[in-house]
């Protein structure tokens, strides 16, 4: 099974500030990787997907990059509402892992 | 735009069984895959598998052998039912949808998108 590292599991920044999240695959996974957001009490959101290409309604300060093993999800001006917990996963075969997420506070 | 709906939340006895629905909303399963993730109580998001629209399915192997999945003949309503309930089956489950790589769908495109609202499951004693 392909397990995906996700660092770091929280961090903290101010408004307009540029954070980075990174996720490392255990085997090359291609662009199968996806970036989903995760607030308290809401459904999950996709961000990313296919490791760069932004989701259709997903503000353009989400930038994803990356290929094979090493990815990272970088949100280029923190807004307040960005305040919430960031997954990674990959979809190259089953079984489709997740990162054991990233908790951001503004 | 499609909305996953899904069934009210549970409270079950271990050693139950419980089944959960989807419904999609303004659309249908077709070209998709359902796929089922759960998230315990401080723990990331776990995915148990997955049905297409053909009726085919693969599960985790975590789940195998507990874990049933269904879809209906309009194509707009999915199932997942779980079997021997534990009290670590505690959990939110959600359903979602993922756009097919190709015809047999056994390989998908994009990410899960969207999600459903996620059904609470409660086992206790």
């Known amino acids: 099974d392909i397990q995906m590292t996700q660092s770091p599991s929280s961090l903290s920044g101010s408004v307009g500030d540029r954070v980075t999240i990174t996720c490392r695959a255990s085997q090359s996974i291609s662009d199968y990787l996806n970036w989903y957001q995760l607030k308290p009490g809401k459904a999950p959101q996709l961000l990313i997907y296919a490791a760069s290409r932004l989701q259709s309604g997903v503000p353009s300060r989400f930038i994803g990059s990356g290929s094979g093993t090493d990815f990272t999800l970088t949100i280029t001006s923190l807004h307040p509402e960005d305040s919430a917990t960031y997954y990674c996963q990959h979809t190259y075969t089953s079984p489709y892992s997740f990162g054991l997420g990233t908790k951001l506070e503004i | 735009q499609v909305q996953l709906v899904q069934s009210g939340a549970e409270v079950k006895r271990p050693g139950a069984s419980v089944k959960l629905s989807c419904e999609a909303s303004?659309?249908?399963?077709?070209?998709?895959?359902v796929h089922w993730v759960r998230q315990v109580p401080g723990q990331t998001l776990e995915w148990m598998g997955w049905i297409n629209v053909k009726a085919d399915t693969k599960s985790s192997q975590k789940f195998q052998g507990r874990v049933t999945f269904g879809m209906d003949a309009s194509a707009t309503m999915a199932y997942m039912e779980l079997n021997n309930l534990r009290l670590d089956d505690t959990a939110l489950y959600y359903c979602?949808?993922?756009?097919?790589?190709?015809?047999?769908?056994?390989?998908?495109?994009?990410?899960?998108?969207?999600w459903g609202q996620g059904t609470q499951v409660t086992v206790s004693s």
């Open positions: 303004g659309d249908t399963f077709n070209k998709y895959a």
């Open positions: 979602t949808r993922i756009y097919c790589a190709s015809p047999s769908c056994y390989k998908f495109l994009g990410g899960f998108d969207p």
